[in-house]
Every structure is written in C-alpha cells, then in structure tokens.
C-alpha cells in the first residue's frame, strides 16, 4: 500500500491551494483518511479527517476555510485551503486507516511522505 500527498507550495497570504492523497496497492476497504500537519518545532495536528459514510470534521483553526472531500472510487483525499496564513505553513501529511486485501479483517494506518505548504505574508 502506498499513500502519495501533492499539491503543496508557495502561496501569499490569502491564496489558495489544494492537496491531494492517493491510496494505492493491495486495499479491501478505506475506513478513515485524514490530513495532519506539521509546523517547525510543534507537533503534528489533526486538520481534517473524513470517515467512510460521516460528514468531514476539521480543526477549528481551519473551519470555514478548508473544505475536504473524498473521491472513494479513486481512494483519493482532497484537501481545499482557502484564505490560508502564515499559520497555516507546515508539511501537510496524509493518514489513511483501512483494511488490506491480505488482511481484510485488520485495520492497518499508512502514511504519506508529506507536502510542504508555505504562506508568504
């Protein structure tokens, strides 16, 4: 299984981006995906995270301005940021709990490599 983020960049204050996370290989079923990030010296923070059949939830510094959806037919995690500030800078990650196809009763988590997102002010 693998799990690829893109999308990241330099962008002004007030701009947008969006991420994206792929899930790929061996997969009986996707339960949960999620987008954390991680700024120099903090510690990794849930942003977003979109369970199988509920509504998305997100960190109340993002709310009202980052918006996930979730393609299941592509295993693919989106990640829209708008109105994003310097605050927002860190390496963004992708999570993604699921079942393999060679374990299907077994839920295993995967991580991606990250993305780097850089708001200039």
């Known amino acids: 299984v693998q799990v690829v983020e893109s999308g990241g960049g330099l962008v002004q204050a007030g701009g947008s981006l969006k991420l994206s996370c792929a899930a790929s290989g061996t997969i009986s079923s996707i339960n949960t995906m999620a987008w954390y990030r991680q700024a120099p010296g903090k510690q990794r923070e849930l942003v977003a995270s979109m369970t199988s059949g509920r509504s998305p939830t997100y960190a109340d510094s993002v709310k009202d301005r980052f918006t996930a959806s979730r393609d299941n037919a592509e295993n693919t995690l989106y990640l829209q940021m708008n109105s994003l500030t310097p605050e927002d800078t860190a390496v963004y990650y992708c999570?993604?709990?699921?079942?393999?196809?060679?374990?299907?009763?077994?839920?295993?988590?995967?991580w991606g490599q990250g993305t780097q997102v850089t708001v200039s002010s």
């Open positions: 999570n993604v709990m699921l079942n393999p196809s060679w374990a299907p009763t077994i839920e295993y988590s995967y």
